[in-house]
């Protein structure tokens, strides 16, 4: 991420020659020097303010990431899990669809929320033993459980 440039337009030069927005490098410098705690960004303003999310709000961090952007153009919030073990928990759900279609519990959607810290599965009205089992499989402090009717879900999900 070092070799990347900044540009007088406020954009960012990757070593391949592409250019990026100032979020776009913070994320890529979220995913490349802070993975384990880096949880995601949220854009608004107009693009005038990026709110990042980390697991730890160290100073040597939160430094690391404010010397990268204009003052006040970054704000920093508290998140429960990183991105990169949000989408892990995803590939796992994803490995662990069949078995739960199997037993009756179909997933058709799931997708890491930054806002929340959580993977948000979506899934065709749950029961509470169906919940129940979801959530000791993969954690009831790392997903979040939407409830959809089939009459909701796009045909062949």
Request: no cysteine.
């Amino acid at each position: 991420i070092e070799s990347f440039t900044r540009l007088p337009n406020g954009l960012w030069r990757t070593p391949r020659g592409t250019t990026m927005t100032l979020a776009g490098y913070i994320d890529a410098y979220g995913h490349t020097k802070h993975a384990s705690t880096y949880g995601g960004l949220v854009v608004s303003d107009g693009r005038a303010h990026i709110t990042v999310f980390l697991t730890t709000l160290a100073d040597d961090i939160v430094s690391s990431f404010e010397s990268l952007a204009p003052e006040g153009v970054l704000r920093f919030v508290p998140t429960p899990h990183a991105l990169q073990f949000l989408r892990a928990l995803q590939q796992r759900v994803s490995r662990e669809a069949p078995l739960l279609r199997s037993r009756g519990i179909r997933i058709v959607g799931s997708g890491p929320r930054v806002q929340t810290g959580m993977l948000e599965l979506t899934v065709v009205d749950p029961s509470a033993a169906d919940v129940a089992v979801l959530n000791s499989l993969f954690g009831a402090d790392s997903i979040s459980i939407s409830s959809v009717g089939p009459d909701q879900v796009p045909v062949g999900t």
